[in-house]
């Protein structure tokens, strides 16, 4: 029997009727005659909801205990979803990730897969049973309870297609699969019905939050194909695979929350602003050193300590740590090459003409990104769409 591996998110088992609803969904899959595994999110905004309250209990609360507490999320929609599917005559279990064999590193809050011993899992599907796995979650090899980063379950579910040897893995969310933008953005965004993983994964990394780009990575490195499809409205999708037809899509990408941290003095002060950012746990991304100093991002949505690590910084480098809040990034994706006319040019042009200036530009073979006020990165978002995947 094949087996399936399907993931929920977290707008997809929202309440007890969309649970009921999923419940149905993974039962017919059941009766095709497949072996099914389903990964779950955390009900609607319940991650966010959590964090809030740790945030009330504590500023700068500790990873580990972070942890805890948002696992906490998952655990609820998997038990749910396994009692729904059994009054409706079906067999099932649910299992927590450490249950599942989902074994990480030691990295709290954003830790990364290292290896799936799925035996329970394998024991349960040919008992018969439907498996339902609580996504984002996994067990350090300390045995401590860890999470995977926002939007881990897409990384659960690919890392469990790839340890039970299914081909694919199934992952249903509010939209039906991965557009030129985000539709609730961009409302003409044109729908890519295929995409390689390095278009993808470029993407990700850029903040678009439909698949998370370790998930990505994962799938890429164990040539998993993902099917991204809307829970209740089946129908199109996006196949993301090797050798995609599609492979030169055009994207934008808007990702909000990044704080640019920038320090002046020689390089050993960049770099002490940097150690003390990775012993929070925060990670800097786009760094930059020249020789008047340096600067780097941070995605606060990724970076829960971040507050601590701001403290400490000031306090270490006294007056010469600077902290701009409040910016975005717009980010164009691509093959550069194959654009027409010189991409950096076209940008500033396009955001000129919306009356956005960039706090800076950055450039690769695939990406071109700027800087700009969170406040605009809706408006550089649709200009940009505009300019340069409406009319290329
Ligand atoms: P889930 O909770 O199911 O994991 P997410 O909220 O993480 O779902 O991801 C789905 C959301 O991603 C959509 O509601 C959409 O607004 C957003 N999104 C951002 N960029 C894109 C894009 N390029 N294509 C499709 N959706 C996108
Ligand atoms: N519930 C987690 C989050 O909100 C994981 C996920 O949704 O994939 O980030
Ligand atoms: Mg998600």
Redesign the pocket.
Known sequence: MSIVVQK?????VADVNKIRQVAERVMQTKRAGHDVVVVV?AMGKTTDGLLALAREVSPSPPRRELDMLVSTGERVSMALLSMAIQKRGCDAISFTGSQSGIITNDRHFDARIIEVRPHRVEDELARGRVVIVAGYQGMSYKREITTLGR?G??TTAIAMAAALGAERAE?????D?????????VPD?KHLPELSYEAMQE?AEAG?????AAAVEFAKRAKITIHARA?FSPGRETVVREAATNGAAR?V?GQRGLVRVSVQGDHAVLDRALAIAEQGGVAAHDVEADRTGGAFLVATLHAPGFGAVRTEIEGALAGAARFEDGVAMVSFVGDLRAHARPIARELLRVLGDASIVPHRMATTALRVSALVDEASVDRAVQAVHRALVNDP
Do not use: E
């Open positions: 929920y998110g977290g707008s997809s999110s939007g379950s897409d992952i249903y969310s509010d939209v699969g991965v557009y030129s933008a985000d539709p609730r953005v965004a993407m678009a939050k439909v698949l998370n829970t994207a990408v």
